[in-house]
């Protein structure tokens, strides 16, 4: 059960409604996070999700036609941090692994 606190957040952000959220809070639920780790993980995905999309539309207005250039540039992954252990800069696409790691 989600707290009235944590769901008064996500109606404000929008988020309540949202199946990215909600996919990605019960990733980390599966990977046994508590709620409230949970909560936050997928918060900060969402907010690296809409960071990276405005980035996008900024970009594209600035130079028509570059905006799916495919780019290798760590600094253009998405990254997150470790809620066991704390590590930052790991790789979304690898976040679940390491924390799995972590938990065992």
């Not at 799916?68 to 790991?90: A, H, L, M, Y």
Request: charged share 30%; net charge negative; proline share 4%.
């Amino acid at each position: 059960m989600v707290s009235n606190t944590i769901k008064d957040d996500l109606i404000n952000r929008g988020l309540w409604n949202n199946a990215k959220y909600w996919s990605k809070f019960g990733e980390m639920l599966d990977i046994g996070l508590p709620v409230e780790d949970s909560y936050q993980m997928a918060k900060e995905y969402m907010d690296t999700l809409n960071n990276k999309e405005s980035s996008r539309r900024h970009h594209a207005k600035r130079v028509p036609g570059k905006a799916d250039d495919k780019k290798s540039n760590i600094e253009d992954e998405e990254v997150g941090e470790c809620p066991v252990c704390g590590k930052t800069g790991i790789p979304l696409i690898d976040l679940q692994r390491h924390v799995n790691d972590c938990l065992q």
